[in-house]
């Protein structure tokens, strides 16, 4: 998931609270004549916009109008959002509208087919964008962001795309594949960062043996997206353990939910995060993981409650503020991994997708600078824990140690990636049927059996 970013995925996935409506209306500013912070010169339909605002000139014309974004993207990391397009909606006069809710998965096919679509839509999953564009109500994105695709990665196209057909392009990227620690208490506790499954899973069953804290804590819960962090774990799992092919075949259905190999990658996953001697560290047993917000769990690694969680990079800006992140600082992270040695360092991603439900000329001039380099920047300033897919983003941009750690893994041309599978999966299966089966496994002790065999009927024909 983001929001999500999630999710990501952003995604989901995705962040704090319930989402709040959100609108910021900044049509100040553009007066005529120049100045440092930018004014307007009226030339025909359309301003010249000066000084600080030169930069926008090709959004100029659109003032006094309103775009409306929907997206499952909640505070505090829609504030940077909205942060990191103030200047252009001051400069152009296009007030941005937005709104984040955690039932966004389920709320914008409601929307869409209710005739009450959002301009643009945050879309945290492949699946779920195929789904609106079978709607026939998702507009194809404008020459200019079209144009902007050559400034990401040949495969991050491929996600925006339905039937081989360009829709959406890529907003974030983010790694998967983190485990968040303390290095002060694992310096104290004289435990040592794993590099391998055997290690970790060996480091696991040390912290449980202390009788100090849980090595795990974990959370599952994001209101109607409730579920998706066990869905990641099972997909570290899937890739680690058995590759990419495997992985793309599962994605596909062509290896179903009750597969051996996946009934044996759930095993896995259930004897890690289902052990009630490991979980869940300064909330209860297993069944607290359900009813945990994924935003709240990684806070007993700060009590010394648990010393690690599995989550995304996005997750970053869950961390109080004041906690110091960095390899020796209050936390930190290191890569999970591989179940399987043999398979060349796994990396799990996400990323969202901004999709247009209308062609408005200021709708598209929204779309356009969201697909560009030069807002990816602003965005980065703004946003510890953001990473773009824009190539034409200068590395060195990148200060916050996190996004330098993800972004060392989504460069690297060896490793093994692939988008996040619940989000490649059908939206009746990524983002609902699989998590509300994943949550009856976690609360309710559902078999593994069980829980595959609920999964693979739920398919669509």
Known sequence: MHTQVGRGGGWRRQLLAAGAVTSLALLAACSNGSSSSGGSKTTGAAPTLTGDCAQYQAYAGHSGTKVTMFASILSPESDSLQSSWKQFSTCTGITISYEGSNDFESQLPVRVNGGNAPDLAVIPQPGLLAQMVKTGKVVKPPAETVTNEAKWAPIWKTYGSVNGTFYAAPMSANIKSLVWYSPKAFSAAGYKVPTTWADLMSLSSTIAKAGKNKPWCGGLGSGTATGWPATDWLEEIVLGKYGGDVYDQWVNHTVKF????????????????????????????????????FQDAGGPILKGKCSMLQQASFYEAQWPKGTKVGPSGDIWAFKLPAADPSVSDPVEGGGEFVAA?????????????????????????????????????????????????????LTDPTATF????????????????????????????????????????????
């Open 258 to 293: 009750s597969d051996p190999k996946i009934i044996a990658a759930m095993n896995v996953l259930q004897g890690w995060m289902h052990n009630p001697d490991w979980v869940n560290g300064g909330f209860g047993g297993v069944s607290t993981i359900a009813s945990t917000t």
């Open 418 to 461: 692939r988008f996040d599978a619940s989000d490649l999966m059908p939206a009746a299966i990524g983002s609902g049927k699989e998590w509300t089966e994943f949550t009856a496994w976690f609360s309710n002790n559902q078999s593994v059996a069980k829980t595959a065999a609920n999964i693979d009927a739920a398919w669509p024909q």
């Open 357 to 409: 439900f209308s062609d408005r000329p200021e709708v598209q001039a929204v779309q356009n600078y969201l697909s560009t380099a030069a807002w990816a920047t602003s965005r980065i300033k703004v946003a510890p824990g953001w990473v773009s897919a824009n190539q034409g983003v200068d590395p060195a941009v990148y200060t916050d140690p996190v996004d330098q750690l993800s972004a060392k893994y």
